[in-house]
């Protein structure tokens, strides 16, 4: 008989046999702009292929972990994409809006924390030392803190020359260093750029805006083009395809 191979679950750490988990969950590679082949004329010939593509896997959580981290995903999947929250067009300069705080923060951080324990190249700028064994806790007891802990911020980008949000431009995470000295991350996917703070340090200014515990969050509205950390992104990865052909 075949034997079953079983490993600790990364999120309840008990023996069980892994599921391929996805890091980034499959929904959010939508159809973008990018597919009706406006994605960057910013330097023309990404053509069609997504800045992380879909479907990467890695065995990382049970059965039940999988179905776990799957109401969050299912939260924000429905709220995105069903009731869409985000405008389109965008007109304005600045979007504030309401969410449920608990499954709401709960999905984000289990993507830093997926990033955090991913493998893959893509996510090896997330390194979250003794936070990562934090954010398990919090995914698996559903607990997601005060909103001073992991602080997030989000941001609109709207796709190049357009005002629609950049649905289905995913990039890999960015470190960031931020001027209180804190360390941070900026993924971008559903259109927006989350940068996430990941030391406890907070400050009131950096508080305005981010995702509070009554569920408010504020984003402020720009250009991909304008995203620092995106077009620098796109210059190295031009460059490497450049070198490599
Ligand atoms: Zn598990």
Redesign the pocket.
């Known amino acids: 008989m075949r034997q079953l191979t079983t490993m600790p679950?990364r999120?309840?750490l008990?023996d069980?046999a892994l599921q391929n988990s996805h890091i980034i969950p499959e929904f959010l590679y939508r159809p973008g702009y990018d597919e009706k082949g406006r994605l960057l004329e910013l330097s023309g010939d990404v053509g069609r292929k997504k800045l992380i593509q879909k479907g990467y896997r890695e065995r990382l959580?049970?059965a039940?972990?999988e179905t776990h981290i799957g109401r969050f995903e299912k939260y924000f999947a429905d709220l995105w994409y069903q009731t869409d929250p985000l405008p389109n067009p965008v007109t304005t300069n600045g979007i504030l809006r309401s969410f449920d705080y608990q499954p709401f923060k709960l999905f984000l951080l289990s993507i830093l924390w997926r990033a955090g324990i991913s493998e893959r190249e893509e996510f090896s700028t997330v390194r979250l030392g003794p936070y990562e064994n934090e954010l398990r806790e919090m995914l698996l007891h559903e607990d997601p803190g005060p909103d001073t802990q992991f602080q997030i911020y989000g941001l609109v980008l709207l796709a190049p020359q357009t005002a629609s949000p950049c649905h289905g431009t995913i990039m890999p995470p960015a470190r960031l260093r931020l001027p209180a000295g804190q360390t941070g991350y900026e993924f971008i996917f559903a259109g927006v750029s989350w940068n996430f703070i990941s030391s406890k340090q907070t400050t009131d200014a950096i508080r305005l805006g981010a995702l509070s515990e009554s569920g408010t969050m504020s984003f402020p509205v720009r250009s991909l083009e304008d995203d620092r950390n995106f077009t620098q992104f796109m210059k190295d990865y031009f460059a490497t395809r450049r070198r490599n052909r």
Do not use: T
């Open positions: 679950c999120l309840c008990n069980d959580l049970c039940g972990c």
